[in-house]
């Protein structure tokens, strides 16, 4: 018989196993590959709809920015503000960590304890409403206040 | 954030431990600021501490502000109001009306009092006082006006204090009340339905309805005018057809 003919039984075994130990971590990596992918496309979908939403109110008075560093629709108005919540104007400002703002009506309203701060004025509360285009701002609950000259 | 904000808010209701110069205010129901009229509502159990005076009042505080919010010009409270000042005077009433600019105060509703250096006020309606000018007036019923020699209740009380070496005294009155005024001194019980008092020529004036008791002694007629430093009075009647009654009544030990 032709040497050549005679099959190497222990060499193709370990072939076969070769192929199968790639063919493996191919199906392995391709796999972690996919779960890669997913993860990112769930970071590009963030549970927030704005991120670092800016609004401004205007009034007869002043201009009041409002700042977050993130913002949620509640309807085509309404915007859940939330993280480092920020109003200014050069008169005061108001520091919360969530804040539901109506664009249309520029008001403002939390049940969160609340920052209010103006020259000479400190005011502390558990919530509050900015209304009127900002010319009555309603602290509510428990509040305190201390004013210096 | 939200952690940090909470750290902050606690601390800062720590930090709100009043310093000198400062006011410090407290309201279980919250604030409403109205920044074009300049005032703010305190609402529900309010207190304010400062360093010229203490406000309690159960219901609301409406604070008006001039040009910033610490600049507090006038306090209108309701509800079992408390106010003490530093200069001695302590008003309770149902409304109190403080003016800090003028020292105006005024107090409303029933049982009100003020006290201030030596003198107490009390009425069951109004208690005006300035503190700078010094002009009071008592109006509506059980109106009375007690200094540390002086005793009076009538329905209009109105007149002016002078402060002498940190003590109020008062220098003019005017009294009225159709249901009868008194005026009590250590030696005097004076009945009428108008007094004036002036302090300069140390006057008292009754006019109708007069009665005069010292003593055992009592005198009736229109028109009384006593001297409170000597307390010689006289008594005369207005009409020719009335006459001045004088009562006398044996002392009971003689």
Same mark, same amino acid.
């Given at each position: 018989?032709?040497?050549? &003919?005679?099959?190497?039984?222990?060499?193709?075994?370990?072939?076969?196993?070769?192929?199968?130990?790639?063919?493996?971590?191919?199906?392995?990596?391709?796999?972690?590959?996919?779960?890669?992918?997913?993860?990112?496309?769930?970071? &590009?979908?963030?549970?927030?709809?704005?991120?670092?939403?800016?609004?401004?109110?205007?009034?007869?008075?002043?201009?009041?920015?409002?700042?977050?560093?993130?913002?949620?629709?509640?309807?085509?108005?309404?915007?859940?503000?939330?993280?480092?919540?920020?109003?200014?104007?050069?008169?005061?400002?108001?520091?919360?960590?969530?804040?539901?703002?109506?664009?249309?009506?520029?008001?403002?309203?939390?049940?969160?304890?609340?920052?209010?701060?103006?020259?000479?004025?400190?005011?502390?509360?558990?919530?509050?409403?900015?209304?009127?285009?900002?010319?009555?701002? &309603?602290?509510?609950?428990?509040?305190?206040?201390?004013?210096?000259? | 954030?939200?952690?940090?904000?909470?750290?902050?808010?606690?601390?800062?209701?720590?930090?709100?431990?009043?310093?000198?110069?400062?006011?410090?205010?407290?309201?279980?129901?919250?604030?409403?600021?109205?920044?074009?009229?300049?005032?703010?509502?305190?609402?529900?159990?309010?207190?304010?501490?400062?360093?010229?005076?203490?406000?309690?009042?159960?219901?609301?505080?409406?604070?008006?502000?001039?040009?910033?919010?610490?600049?507090?010009?006038?306090?209108?409270?309701?509800?079992?109001?408390?106010?003490?000042?530093?200069?001695?005077?302590?008003?309770?009433?149902?409304?109190?009306?403080?003016?800090?600019?003028?020292?105006?105060?005024?107090?409303?509703?029933?049982?009100?009092?003020?006290?201030?250096?030596?003198?107490?006020?009390?009425?069951?309606?109004?208690?005006?006082?300035?503190?700078?000018?010094?002009?009071?007036?008592?109006?509506?019923?059980?109106?009375?006006?007690?200094?540390?020699?002086?005793?009076?209740?009538?329905?209009?009380?109105?007149?002016?204090?002078?402060?002498?070496?940190?003590?109020?005294?008062?220098?003019? &009155?005017?009294?009225?009340?159709?249901?009868?005024?008194?005026?009590?001194?250590?030696?005097?019980?004076?009945?009428?339905?108008?007094?004036?008092?002036?302090?300069?020529?140390?006057?008292?004036?009754?006019?109708?309805?007069?009665?005069?008791?010292?003593?055992?002694?009592?005198?009736?007629?229109?028109?009384?005018?006593?001297?409170?430093?000597?307390?010689?009075?006289?008594?005369?009647?207005?009409?020719?057809?009335?006459?001045?009654?004088?009562?006398?009544?044996?002392?009971?030990?003689?």
């Amino acid at each position: 018989m032709n040497k050549f &003919l005679n099959i190497n039984k222990k060499a193709l075994i370990l072939l076969l196993f070769l192929f199968c130990g790639i063919f493996a971590i191919a199906i392995l990596f391709q796999k972690f590959n996919f779960q890669k992918s997913t993860n990112e496309i769930i970071d &590009l979908n963030p549970s927030f709809d704005i991120l670092n939403p800016t609004f401004t109110i205007n009034n007869d008075k002043e201009k009041i920015s409002v700042k977050a560093k993130q913002g949620n629709f509640i309807d085509k108005n309404l915007i859940l503000l939330t993280n480092d919540v920020h109003f200014e104007s050069d008169k005061f400002k108001i520091l919360s960590d969530e804040v539901t703002f109506d664009r249309e009506k520029q008001t403002a309203k939390s049940n969160k304890n609340s920052k209010f701060e103006s020259n000479g004025t400190e005011i502390i509360s558990q919530g509050f409403r900015l209304i009127e285009q900002g010319d009555i701002i &309603l602290f509510n609950g428990k509040t305190s206040v201390l004013l210096s000259q | 954030m939200k952690y940090f904000l909470l750290v902050l808010v606690f601390y800062s209701f720590q930090i709100f431990a009043r310093e000198a110069g400062q006011t410090e205010i407290t309201t279980d129901e919250g604030i409403e600021v109205f920044k074009k009229e300049k005032y703010y509502l305190l609402k529900k159990n309010i207190k304010i501490n400062s360093d010229e005076f203490n406000l309690k009042a159960d219901e609301l505080v409406k604070a008006f502000f001039n040009e910033g919010l610490y600049d507090v010009i006038q306090i209108i409270s309701e509800g079992n109001v408390v106010l003490t000042s530093n200069k001695g005077m302590k008003a309770i009433g149902e409304r109190v009306n403080f003016n800090i600019k003028d020292e105006n105060i005024i107090i409303n509703g029933k049982d009100s009092i003020l006290t201030t250096n030596q003198v107490e006020m009390k009425s069951d309606g109004t208690i005006k006082v300035n503190n700078l000018t010094g002009l009071f007036a008592l109006k509506g019923p059980k109106s009375n006006l007690i200094s540390e020699d002086i005793n009076i209740t009538g329905n209009l009380i109105d007149g002016k204090f002078i402060n002498i070496e940190d003590v109020n005294e008062v220098e003019s &009155l005017y009294v009225e009340d159709n249901a009868g005024v008194n005026i009590k001194t250590d030696t005097l019980d004076m009945y009428a339905l108008k007094a004036i008092y002036d302090k300069k020529n140390n006057i008292i004036e009754l006019f109708d309805k007069v009665k005069v008791i010292r003593d055992k002694e009592s005198i009736v007629g229109d028109y009384a005018r006593i001297n409170t430093l000597d307390e010689s009075y006289k008594v005369t009647s207005n009409k020719s057809d009335k006459k001045v009654r004088v009562l006398l009544k044996e002392k009971e030990d003689e």
